[in-house]
């Protein structure tokens, strides 16, 4: 069965980094597209970058552009985001995202096909 599992949460301060990881299993990792979502206490889960099953398209929410990197290793079918210049309001549980269907975008959740368990990203300020 298809597993995404996430790593690389943490507490960090405003201004610093961190880098989150998503180890897939239990599909063809190289035909989905894979994402990332966050959602804070209280809101909905919001998109917030995805990458394509070619490794060559990558797109983001408006309020990560310039700050956060999303990457995939088809090797190790991994999913990386990789954060800086954090901010308090970046502060959400984090979520991996495997598309639900082939050679297709995912932009929201209604795009995904199988989530992560989440792992927690606190900014303080």
């Known amino acids: 069965q298809v597993q995404l599992v996430e790593s690389g949460g943490g507490l960090v301060q405003a201004g610093g980094s961190l880098r989150l990881s998503c180890a897939a299993s239990?599909?063809?990792?190289?035909?989905?597209?894979m994402g990332w979502f966050r959602q804070a206490p209280g809101k909905e889960r919001e998109f917030v970058a995805t990458?394509?099953?070619?490794?060559?398209?990558?797109y983001y929410a408006d309020t990560v552009k310039g700050r956060f990197t999303v990457s995939r290793d088809g090797a190790k079918t991994t999913v990386s985001l990789e954060m800086s210049s954090l901010k308090p309001e970046d502060t959400a549980v984090y979520y991996c995202?495997?598309?639900?269907?082939?050679?297709?975008?995912?932009?929201?959740?209604?795009?995904?096909?199988?989530w992560g368990q989440g792992t927690q990203v606190t900014v303080s300020s």
């Open positions: 990458i394509r099953w070619t490794g060559g398209g990558t």
């Open positions: 995202a495997a598309g639900r269907q082939v050679f297709r975008d995912l932009r929201t959740p209604s795009d995904v096909g199988s």
């Open positions: 239990g599909f063809t990792f190289s035909r989905y597209a």
